[in-house]
């Protein structure tokens, strides 16, 4: 008997209290909380780190592509309609998502655009994923029919139309050129690719190349261009407030763009930021060379550093870029 009463007040001497089972767990909320955060950073800028690789592994693609091709950037746009060149619209990636039944005109634009076609030197459409975007599901002129197949990278970046054909000995500076950018912010569209900027042909019959300014806009194929500042909700905020880009070297870098609540009068540096003004997480605004007819900050005859006259035209999603 009495070794059962020893173990007893054993047991209950061995125990937790209440109030030192609450200092435990205020203990491990303490450090949950200042640790999750960590977690969270550290695992971005892991994401940051692949995708700045995979951006490089692009980069290299394209500079093999152009020993390959006569010195001649890839191309964007197809005259694949028989109309105009297929500027401004949504291509395939792969190109093995269009099926046997589709038209020729289909694959021939996807085939010939430059995500598809530095396909044999970067062997991987996934490079193309962006690990931090907002996977869109969309349709286009060009893609499937039939339901797109599982496994298809998300693309966030976009290709600078502005050098579609364009020589790469041409090019002012290959330092400070986009080749490709995250001209979607962070919308990833699903299996399909796009030029951002794009150049305006619009006769089929004649070449599609970029054409330089001067206080006017020359009239014809590439003589005016455009690119775009749908996010569709998304935002461009990927990684801190900062994007990738790819320039002509092939060096890939992360750069901070002025995202915050920008009125109107009140206008980032068109040298480096390739909108002109945000409202929150949304590009508001664009800027324009010479004459207003091409991006300030794609043009392949511009140095990189001289502060030439820019046009501002402010614009967006009404409901998002109301000062």
């Not at 009463?5 to 200042?34: D, P, W, Y």
């Not at 919308?187 to 300014?213: H, K, N």
């Not at 092939?250 to 609540?261: D, E, L, Q, Y």
Request: charged fraction near 15%; aromatic fraction near 12%.
């Amino acid at each position: 008997m009495k070794n059962r009463i020893r173990q007893a007040g054993r047991s209950q001497r061995n125990a937790f209290t209440l109030i030192e089972l609450l200092v435990v767990i205020a203990i491990i909320a303490i450090l949950a909380a200042i640790l999750f955060p960590v977690f969270a950073q550290a695992k971005a800028a892991a994401k940051k780190t692949q995708a700045l690789s995979n951006a490089k592994q692009i980069g290299i693609a394209v500079q093999i592509y152009l020993n390959d091709a006569d010195d001649t950037f890839p191309l964007a746009f197809h005259p694949s309609d028989g109309s105009a060149y297929s500027w401004n619209r949504f291509k395939p990636v792969p190109v093995s998502q269009l099926g046997t039944a589709e038209p020729a005109w289909k694959r021939d634009a996807a085939n010939t655009f430059v995500m598809n076609s530095i396909q044999p030197y970067a062997k991987n459409t996934q490079i193309l994923n962006e690990p931090n975007g907002n996977i869109i599901r969309t349709s286009g002129f060009y893609g499937p029919t039939t339901p797109q197949p599982a496994g298809l990278p998300a693309i966030s970046y976009t290709y600078n139309g502005l050098i579609h054909a364009f020589s790469g000995s041409a090019m002012a500076s290959s330092s400070t050129v986009p080749v490709f950018w995250h001209g979607h912010g962070k919308r990833a569209l699903y299996g399909y690719g796009y030029a951002s900027p794009w150049l305006v042909c619009d006769t089929a019959s004649q070449p599609c190349t970029y054409v330089s300014s001067g206080t006017t806009c020359a009239t014809g194929n590439g003589g005016t261009s455009g690119y775009t500042t749908n996010t569709s909700n998304s935002g461009v905020d990927l990684y801190s407030g900062s994007i990738i880009f790819v320039m002509a070297d092939t060096s890939a870098k992360s750069r901070r763009v002025a995202i915050g609540n920008n009125p109107a009068t009140q206008r980032t540096d068109p040298r480096v930021d390739p909108w002109a003004r945000y409202r929150g997480n949304f590009p508001c605004g664009r800027y324009w060379g010479p004459g207003g007819c091409h991006p300030y900050l794609f043009r392949p005859d511009w140095d990189g550093a001289t502060a030439d006259s820019a046009v501002f035209v402010d614009g967006g999603t009404a409901t998002q870029c109301t000062n």
